[in-house]
């Protein structure tokens, strides 16, 4: 029985989900042309900067693309 480790997108997802405490509606990480970016909606910036916060614990020298809507 194998299970495969997790992808970097699945990684950058559940740290930000953590760090956000799930306050990011409609999350979806993708990875696009050496850049992870990361959508959904929520109704704070400070949430916003928590999200791209928990993707950058992931990825301190990538580039991260912060595509979060604040409503």
Do not use: C, W, Y
């Not at 959904?40 to 614990?57: M, N, V, Y």
């Amino acid at each position: 029985m194998s299970t495969k480790p997790p992808t970097l997108v699945e990684i950058v997802q559940k740290n930000v989900l953590n760090r956000t405490n799930r306050r990011v509606k409609q999350l979806s990480v993708e990875e696009t042309d050496g850049a992870v970016v990361i959508r959904g909606k929520t109704d704070s910036f400070h949430i916003k900067q928590l999200a791209l916060h928990g993707a950058r614990e992931v990825l301190p020298e990538g580039r991260v693309v912060n595509a979060i809507q604040v409503a």
